[in-house]
């Protein structure tokens, strides 16, 4: 059974741009969560997505945004990127009471 | 409102003694807990989980931990570190009506493992 798969693994952009970020859940899993990993600040709770809807997001800017699609893979969009949102950025797809995480997008914003 | 504390940000042990990391919640629900591991430059993976069955819970690679409702703590145990084990520990809470299917991480314990 294939785990979460985010892409890319990597990502360089510059100030200013927009980066965007994919996560796939593990088959059958409804439910995916964004969270933020700054070097400093641990784990940041950004956004959960439940059939297909937002169902909650956490203290974040607007310019962090992002949808799920019908078949349950989602996207993570940030506007207008600084320097400070250079960070591991993780989803997780839930299943009852567990997360299980994909290995990561690190963004750098130079 | 839910939270998570872990009182230590760094631990060192030597290989082969035990381990302890600490862990204190804050819940107003019944909660449900978790410890994950995060190797460098990896995901997180799931140790274990407490989901109000068992107090004291078993998980993978040797780690168990127990849920101690009068003290809110869910402190990480094993007996024998490993110099594997040497990584980032995130406890999580999870649950409430406020907060449902939020996971609330902890700010991560580093775990050295000396030879």
């Known amino acids: 059974e294939a785990g979460v798969t985010q892409s890319p693994t990597h990502l360089i952009k510059t100030r200013g741009q927009q980066a965007t970020l994919r996560c796939s859940p593990i088959?059958?899993?409804?439910?995916v969560y964004w969270y933020q990993q700054a070097l400093g600040l641990g784990l940041q709770f950004l956004l959960w997505?439940?059939?297909?809807?937002?169902?909650n997001r956490g203290n974040f800017p607007p310019r962090f945004s992002g949808r799920q699609f019908p078949n349950y893979s989602s996207e993570l969009n940030v506007n207008a990127l600084e320097l400070e949102d250079s960070a591991l950025y993780l989803c997780?797809?839930?299943?009852?009471?567990?997360?299980?995480f994909g290995q990561g997008t690190r963004l750098t914003v130079v | 409102a839910q939270s998570v504390t872990q009182l230590d940000s760094h631990v060192s042990v030597s290989e082969g003694t035990p381990v302890l990391l600490r862990c204190n919640y804050s819940?107003?629900?019944?909660?449900?807990l978790f410890w994950y591991v995060q190797h460098p430059n990896k995901g997180l993976q799931l140790l274990l989980k407490?989901?109000?069955?068992?107090?004291l819970v078993k998980g993978i690679n040797g780690f168990e931990a127990e849920f101690k409702k009068s003290e809110t703590s869910f402190h990480l145990t094993k007996p024998s570190a490993h110099m594997s084990d040497a990584a980032e520990y995130f406890c999580?809470?999870?649950?409430?009506?406020?907060?449902?299917?939020?996971?609330?991480f902890g700010q991560g314990t580093t775990l050295q493992v000396k030879p």
């Open positions: 997780a797809s839930f299943w009852v009471s567990e997360a299980f």
């Open positions: 088959s059958g899993h409804t439910s």
């Open positions: 997505y439940d059939e297909g809807e937002e169902r």
């Open positions: 819940s107003s629900y019944s909660p449900s």
């Open positions: 407490y989901t109000s069955a068992a107090t």
């Open positions: 999580v809470v999870s649950g409430g009506s406020s907060n449902t299917g939020k996971l609330i």
